[in-house]
């Protein structure tokens, strides 16, 4: 199985053995979604039901777009070093913007070529509250996330899965 990712083809397996289950007392927590997903270095966690979707021959294309901008934190926390892209990530606002955005490209991407569309003026609410430590305003967040859709290129016939 192959997902479409940039500028080619990226191996799911390659992908997936990164992927874990995110335990279930996490989703109990306050202000965390079933449909999100954390990166702790160097492993990929994500609610249940989306670990056993990833797991299926016919992946839901969300999903495999959330493994997506997961695996950008993970490769960004190996450019920087663990604990310099952690340090960075919870004690300055720019910092966690910035690295939002950029997760936020390929899974766009990933998206837009699969066809789906997003809502951007909740995905800026929730980029600008608490879930990200209110790192900007909901206008910016607006801003930014529209530019980054528009940027994203048109879906390909056949692409998205393969």
């Given at each position: 199985m192959f997902f479409w990712?940039?500028?080619g083809m990226l191996n799911a397996?390659?992908?997936?053995d990164r992927v874990r289950p995110r335990p279930p007392f996490i989703d109990?927590?306050?202000g965390i979604s079933p449909n999100?997903?954390?990166?702790?270095?160097?492993?990929i966690y994500v609610g249940r039901r989306a670990y056993e979707n990833l797991l299926s021959d016919?992946?839901?294309q969300s999903n495999v777009a959330l493994v997506l901008h997961e695996q950008e934190h993970i490769t960004r926390i190996q450019e920087?070093?663990?604990v310099n892209w952690y340090r960075h990530y919870f004690f300055s606002r720019t910092f966690r913007l910035e690295e939002e955005l950029a997760a936020i490209k390929p899974q766009f991407n990933h998206l837009k070529r699969s066809g789906i569309s997003v809502d951007?003026?909740?995905r800026a609410r929730m980029l600008c509250g608490g879930a990200y430590l209110w790192p900007t305003s909901y206008d910016n967040a607006y801003s930014r996330l529209s530019a980054i859709w528009e940027a994203a290129p048109f879906p390909m016939q056949g692409a998205a899965a393969a």
């Open positions: 990712y940039d500028e397996k390659a992908l997936l109990r927590l306050p999100s997903g954390t990166a702790m270095y160097p492993y016919e992946p839901d920087l070093g663990i951007i003026e909740h």
